[in-house]
T-cell receptor, first 114, second 114 residues
């Protein structure tokens, strides 16, 4: 049972480069999320999706884009990387509330922009 | 905006003793969930305990229990018989809206002394 899988686990980017963080879940969850965690802080929501073809902004969406073409995948795109995007990124997923509301997190992706 | 406040940046406890971590939150919603997550140095997000706001009974999971005071919007975590493996960052979180988005506090670093 893989759960939520994120790739890559570690990445160093140069300022201005672009990249995509991949997230896949095998639990047939409707809801998926991307959070970032800056040093000494809690997680903040970047984008979320309540189903295939539906995405919406969270608290800190600037500099990022997402898509949700399938139930399983929810990639996060960083355009024109900036040092302020150095962070640990977490993907998460859950079913709708009626299913008990357990939220599963990936292991995190450590991104450094230099 | 919904907020979660953890007023203790750091706490320490002697092994086998009991410690309580504080959390207050602010929400205008009537139906929500509260969580405590443990984050060891690996940055993995581990669910410790979950409380449904409409349930008056405090949640318990083995050595972990909560004191949920809905009117006061308080959700503290008590760890009994503390173990060295309990040392980690602990984050309090609250759901926001019907799509299970989470708002996190800034965390409390727990040290367990042998």
């Amino acid at each position: 049972n893989a759960g939520v899988t994120q790739t890559p686990k570690f990445r160093i980017l140069k300022i201005g480069q672009s990249m995509t963080l991949q997230c896949t879940q095998d639990m047939n969850h409707n809801y998926m999320y991307w959070y970032r965690q800056d040093p000494g802080m809690g997680l903040k929501l970047i984008y979320y999706s309540v189903g295939a073809g539906i995405t919406d902004k969270g608290e800190v969406p600037n500099g990022y884009n997402v898509s949700r073409s399938t139930t399983e995948d929810f990639p996060l795109r960083l355009e024109l990387a900036a040092p302020s995007q150095t962070s640990v990124y977490f993907c998460a997923s859950t079913r709708q509330r009626s299913s008990g509301n357990t939220i599963y997190f990936g292991e995190g992706s450590w991104l450094t922009v230099v | 905006a919904q907020t979660v406040t953890q007023s203790q940046p750091e706490m320490s406890v002697q092994e086998a003793e009991t410690v309580t971590l504080s959390c207050t939150y602010d929400t205008s919603e009537s139906d929500y969930y509260l969580f405590w997550y443990k984050q060891p140095p690996s940055r993995q997000m581990i669910l410790v305990i979950r409380q449904e706001a409409y349930k008056q009974q405090n949640a318990t999971e083995n050595r972990f229990s909560v004191n949920f005071q809905k009117a006061a919007k308080s959700f503290s975590l008590k760890i009994s018989d503390s173990q060295l493996g309990d040392a980690a960052m602990y984050f309090c979180a609250c759901t926001q809206g019907g799509s299970e988005k989470l708002v996190f506090g800034k965390g409390t670093k727990l040290t367990v002394n042998p």
